[in-house]
């Protein structure tokens, strides 16, 4: 499904792949290398690991939940019915998505196509 497509609430969708962060966090590690070593280190080790993220996880709004999966496991399953309120920081430049459940906060780095995520988040949970 691209971006520009409203979701349909009923059909399942899985959200494409966004590799900007892992990217600018990369990139901004090799400066960062020469001004201060040990936050060049973590910037360019956090920008590895998100991106192996990316490359793994998937993420689907189905009909009732929204589904993570890592390849063709699903690792975890969120009902929306279960959920209180979300959030996704930074308009601009989205980083982070946040969800709150009854019983659980979670924050998600967006290593997915926030066009699309919020989207679906919009038509499949609207905010309370």
């Known amino acids: 499904m691209t971006s520009s497509i409203a979701p349909n609430p009923t059909s399942t969708v899985e959200l494409k792949p966004s590799y900007n962060i892992p990217i600018v966090l990369a ?7 020469f001004v201060q070593a040990g936050v060049g280190i973590f910037a ?5 690991f998100l991106l192996l993220q990316t490359v ?10 929204f589904d993570l999966y890592r390849g063709d496991k699903l690792i975890r399953r969120f009902p929306y019915r279960e959920w209180q309120n979300w959030r996704i920081f930074w308009d601009r430049v989205p980083i ?28 499949r949970c609207p905010r309370i």
């Open 96 to 123: 982070l998505f946040y969800f709150k459940e009854i019983n659980s906060i979670h924050f998600l780095p967006i290593l997915f196509d926030p066009k699309t995520l919020k989207a679906c988040l919009e038509e």
């Open 27 to 33: 990139i901004a590690a090799i400066p960062l290398l």
């Open 56 to 65: 793994s996880l998937r993420v689907q709004f189905t009909a009732t939940d």
């Open 44 to 48: 360019g080790l956090l920008g590895l």
